[in-house]
Every structure is written in C-alpha cells, then in structure tokens.
C-alpha cells in the first residue's frame, strides 16, 4: 500500500534537498537564518527532518534570495569601488593571512569599511583566524545556489568576511558565463565596502596572478628569512612581465622582525633590487616583530589586535593600517578592480 503524503509526513533534509533542488548546505543555512519562517524541525541525533510543508517555504525563502543584493544592513554602500589591495608573498608561510585579517579590523576601527576575500586556493584559513564558521563559500554563488550577500560573514570588529577558497579554484576551470557571474557578484561587493584585502596564496598560481595584476595595490609581506626575499623578488619580475602591471603602487611591509634596524634593512634590499633591475618603486608602509601573540591569538581563533590590541604586533599592525589611509589616491574610484580581472579572465577565453 502506497502511503498518501499528508501534512505529517516528514522529509530529510536530503530529500528536502531532492525536491528543491538546492544543496544541503544552503539548505542548513536557510535554516539557520530563517528558522522562525519555518515549519517546526525534528532533530534526532544529526538527522535533520521536517514537515513536508518546509518544501515549499524554502522554495519562497530561496527565492526572495536570490532577488536581494548586499544588503545594507551587513555592509553600508560606500558610494564607489573599493580599493582593493592583495596581500601577497613569494614564499608561504610569512604571516599574510594574519596580517590581511588584522589590517583589516585595524582599518575597521580608524572608520573605514572592510571585507576580506580569502583568495588562497591551497588552503582558505582567513576564517579559522577570525574564529567564524562559514558555511558556504564562493562555490555556492558560483553554482546559482546564493547571491554573493548570503556568503558574506561578519568578522570581528564588523568586517566582512568572503570565504572563497574552493570557489576560486573552481573560477580558474569555470566557463565563461560562470565566471561572468562570479565577477560580477564580486564587482557589486566592490561599491559596497571601501577596502578590500585579498589574501592570497604564496607564489604565481593561477588565478592569484590575475588577482594581484587587477588588485589596486599590492603589499608584499617579507620576512628577516633570506629566502623570503629571493622569493618576492621572482614574484615581483614575474608580475612585471605580465601585461597591464606597470603603475600599479607596490608596497612591503616586514613581518617577524627582532628590531627595527633589521627592518629597515630587509625593506631597503627589496626596494633596492626592485629599483635596479625592474625599475619599480616598492615603499615600506612598516614593520611587525616576531611576537608569541600571534599563536596564543591562534590558539584561541582570536586575531591577535583583538586578543591583544597593546600587544607590540597590535600596534605595529595599527601604524601599518595609517600608513595605508596616508597613501589614499584623493580621486573617487571609478574603475572596478574586479571588472578589471574580469578583462583579464575574458582576454584569455
Ligand atoms: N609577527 C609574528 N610573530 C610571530 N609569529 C607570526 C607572526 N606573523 C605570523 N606568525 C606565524 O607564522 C605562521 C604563518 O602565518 P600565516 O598563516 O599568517 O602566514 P601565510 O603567509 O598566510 O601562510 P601561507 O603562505 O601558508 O598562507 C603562523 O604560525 C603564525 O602564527
Ligand atoms: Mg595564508
């Protein structure tokens, strides 16, 4: 005998899943964002279920959306694009994550509005260090699941935060209407905060190239270690080779130095070789100590400015941050930065 479906039946968040058509962890997402819409849910163990009236509920829910942009709840409109600054290195390992996470609540806090779109490939990380737990990333966006409002997270001190690991690699093999959406997604995040920090991974992958040549500005983090400097200066002469770089203002900032005269003759040989063999001006915008903050602040999924805002990396942090507001272009920011990589990725279709 064939049971009839009535209103008791009750469906898995699988065959929710099914019926819909949406992935589970939007579904889960929905759910948690809007639960109160929802027909009362049965949980037994970890098995979610509901009434089979949720079916069409997400469905209205799924809808209204996708027809929102950025809401200006999360983040207020800035009014033009973002400066978008990546964070970059040659060799891994030498605190870009950290600091493009802490930079940007450090620039939070001197009144600007700040997302972070965690750009690493190999491994996105930026949100074990906010200590926030993001559901879903760029992929989600990528596969018509989201609008680019949903994925946004709010980090600490009320940054934003676009976990988009999984969904940049998959830009780099996407296809050319998939990657149109991806970009324009992130082109209308651009006229949404006034900083962007771009954390991306160690070296010339693909996909980060494209970021750091569209990038407004891009910041070299360097280290004391002779190899972090052989290496950024390759990132650097390979960036120089790429077609539309030149102009673009190129920064360092020394992390996990013991004092400043080690500092200042790191970010002398950089701005030296990049002079001499490139011809390209690189201006320190600072330095960071080497200071046991840091992993006590990772211990605790904290950022060390949070953690510790007197700490010496804190304040180090905070002058690099000025540095940065210091060397604001005066002009209202017409160009998209994001449209500009978009260029790019359509160049080589
Ligand atoms: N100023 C500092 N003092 C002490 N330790 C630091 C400092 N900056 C970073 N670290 C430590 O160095 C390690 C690497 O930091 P982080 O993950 O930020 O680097 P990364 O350049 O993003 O690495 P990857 O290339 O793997 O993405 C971490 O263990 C971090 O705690
Ligand atoms: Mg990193």
Do not use: W
């Not at 694009?81 to 620039?107: C, D, P, Q």
């Not at 990528?142 to 690991?165: F, R, S, T």
């Not at 992130?186 to 750091?212: P, Q, S, Y």
């Not at 602040?297 to 400015?305: D, E, G, L, Q």
């Amino acid at each position: 005998m064939v049971m009839a479906r009535d209103s008791l039946t009750l469906l898995s968040i699988q065959e929710i899943s099914r019926e819909t058509g949406l992935e589970e962890s939007v579904l889960r997402f929905y759910e948690s964002e809007y639960g109160a819409e929802l027909p009362d849910k049965i949980l037994r163990g970890d098995v979610l279920s509901f009434p089979v009236a949720a079916v069409e509920v997400f469905r209205q829910l799924h809808a209204r959306r996708m027809a929102t942009s950025v809401p200006q709840s999360k983040i207020a409109a800035a009014g033009s694009f973002a400066r978008v600054i990546a964070v970059t290195s040659g060799k891994g390992g030498v605190g870009k994550t950290n600091l493009a996470l802490n930079l940007a609540i450090e620039l939070q806090q001197l009144g600007k509005l700040c997302l972070v779109l965690d750009a690493d490939m190999g491994m996105a990380n930026v949100h074990l260090l906010a200590g926030v737990n993001p559901t879903l990333s760029l992929m989600a966006v990528l596969n018509d699941q989201v609008a680019m409002a949903d994925i946004i997270v709010e980090g600490p001190a009320g940054i934003g935060l676009i976990p988009g690991g999984s969904g940049l690699v998959a830009l780099a093999d996407a296809s050319r209407p998939e990657r149109l959406k991806l970009v324009r997604a992130l082109e209308e995040v651009e006229l949404a905060a006034e900083i962007i920090l771009v954390d991306t991974g160690a070296g010339m992958g693909v996909g980060v190239r494209d970021f750091l040549v569209a990038a407004d500005d891009v910041l070299f983090v360097l280290t004391p270690d002779i190899t972090s400097l052989a290496d950024s200066y390759g990132l650097l002469k390979a960036l120089h080779q790429e077609r539309d770089f030149g102009g673009r203002p190129v920064y360092s900032v020394v992390n996990m130095v013991h004092s400043l005269t080690e500092a200042a003759d790191v970010a002398q040989r950089f701005a030296d070789c990049a002079q001499r063999f490139l011809g390209q001006e690189v201006e320190n915008l600072g330095y960071i100590m080497k200071d046991a903050t840091v992993g006590g602040a990772t211990a605790r999924r904290t950022p060390y400015t949070i953690f510790r805002p007197q700490a010496r990396v804190s304040i180090n942090t905070r002058n690099v941050a000025k540095a940065i507001l210091k060397r604001e272009q005066p002009e209202i920011r017409l160009s998209s930065s994001f449209g500009r990589f978009l260029e790019r990725l359509q160049g080589k279709l």
